[in-house]
């Protein structure tokens, strides 16, 4: 009997003050992915939408590990009302990436089985 794989919730809140533990958050759910085999979402929360600009000074390295996430399978998404709280608009950060509520978004996601991991 093959037993389910994980499912992982992965919500980043750091912002461009801490670029490395959004790289951690992000590299960590890649890995879950690649590696386990695990069923992953991403969620980009509070300063972590920051992470998400077009036009910061590492976006180029951003958008190669969001584009690495999406080929892989995970299905990512951000905050709108944390986005919205940040005074930042839709324009300002990158495409194909899905508006949620946060809160609404985490409880979904628990209701559907995931584990819920913070960074």
């Known amino acids: 009997?093959?037993?389910?794989m994980a499912k992982i919730f992965v919500i980043s809140t750091a912002g461009k003050d801490d670029i490395n533990r959004a790289m951690m958050?992000?590299?960590?759910?890649?890995?879950?992915?690649?590696n386990a085999g695990a069923t992953?979402?991403?969620?980009?929360?509070?300063?972590?939408?920051?992470?998400?600009?077009?036009?910061?000074?590492?976006?180029?390295?951003?958008?190669?590990?969001?584009?690495?996430m999406q080929n892989s399978g995970?299905?990512?998404s951000y905050c709108g009302i944390s986005l919205k709280n940040m005074g930042l608009t839709k324009?300002?950060?990158f495409e194909g990436i899905k508006e949620v509520m946060g809160g609404v978004e985490t409880v979904k996601k628990v209701e559907e089985g995931y584990s819920v991991v913070s960074f």
Do not use: P
Request: aromatic share 4%.
């Open 1 to 4: 009997m093959k037993t389910a």
């Open 25 to 34: 958050a992000m590299n960590f759910a890649l890995g879950a992915r690649k």
């Open 91 to 93: 324009d300002l950060i």
């Open 40 to 68: 992953v979402a991403l969620m980009f929360l509070g300063r972590g939408v920051e992470t998400l600009l077009k036009d910061s000074g590492n976006s180029a390295q951003m958008k190669k590990v969001i584009e690495d």
């Open 74 to 76: 995970i299905e990512i």
